[in-house]
C-alpha cells in the first residue's frame, strides 16, 4: 500500500512539473508574440511624461494593437488617478481599459535616453506599454512583464538597451 501511494505520488507530481514545464512554453510563446520588434524604440528623447506616454502608445497603434483613443486614454488615466503606473524604479506600465481601444493584446517598449520626472512625482527611464482585450488578459500580461522587470539584471538590460534586438533578447531569454 505505501509503495503505491508512493508511486501515485511521484507520478502525479511529475505530471504537475510536465504541465507547468508546458504552461511556461506557452507563456514565453505568447509574450515572444506580444512585442513586435516595431513597437520597441531605444534611446529617445522626449519632453515629458506625456509625451513619452503618447509615444510609447503610438508603437500599440502603429502595431495595430489599438486605437489612438486608447493612446489619449492612458494619458487621461495618468491626469485622473497620478502615477500608479510605476511599479519598479524607472518603470512605468502605461495602459488604459480595453473598451478604450483595444482592438490585439500586445505590448511596447520604449528606452528613454535619459530619466525624466513623470506626473511631477517619480523618475522613469523605461516604458512598457500594455494592451489587454479583457481583465484576464491584462493580468497575465502584468504577470508575463512582471517576470521580466522583477530580475534585477534583466531590468538594467532593458534600462540599458540601445536597439530593439537587446530588448527582444531581454523578453526571450525571460522563462
Known amino acids: 500500500m505505501e509503495i503505491l501511494a508512493r508511486i501515485t505520488a511521484e507520478n502525479i507530481g511529475a505530471k504537475a512539473s510536465q504541465q507547468g514545464r508546458i504552461r511556461a512554453e506557452k507563456e514565453v510563446i505568447a509574450l515572444k508574440g506580444l512585442l513586435d520588434s516595431k513597437a520597441i524604440q531605444t534611446n529617445i528623447q ?12 503610438k508603437l500599440l497603434v502603429e502595431t495595430g494593437k489599438v486605437t489612438e483613443s ?3 486614454a492612458m ?10 503606473m510605476i511599479i519598479a524604479p524607472e518603470v ?3 495602459h488604459s481599459r480595453p473598451e478604450d481601444g483595444v482592438r490585439k493584446k500586445g505590448i511596447s517598449v520604449l528606452v528613454l535616453d535619459e530619466s525624466i520626472t513623470f506626473a511631477g512625482e517619480k523618475r522613469v527611464k523605461l516604458l512598457i506599454g500594455l494592451a489587454a482585450t ?4 491584462h493580468m497575465n500580461l502584468l504577470q508575463q512583464v512582471a517576470e521580466v522587470i522583477g530580475d534585477e539584471e534583466r ?6 538597451a540601445g536597439s530593439a534586438a537587446e530588448v527582444e533578447a531581454v523578453f526571450e531569454h525571460s522563462f
Do not use: M, T
Open 92 to 94: 512605468a506600465l502605461p
Open 75 to 84: 494619458v487621461q488615466n495618468i491626469h485622473e488617478l497620478g502615477p500608479y
Open 70 to 72: 486608447y493612446v489619449q
Open 155 to 160: 531590468l538594467k538590460r532593458l534600462k540599458n
Open 134 to 137: 479583457d481583465k484576464d488578459s
Open 46 to 57: 522626449v519632453n515629458d511624461w506625456e509625451d513619452a506616454v503618447r509615444r510609447c502608445g
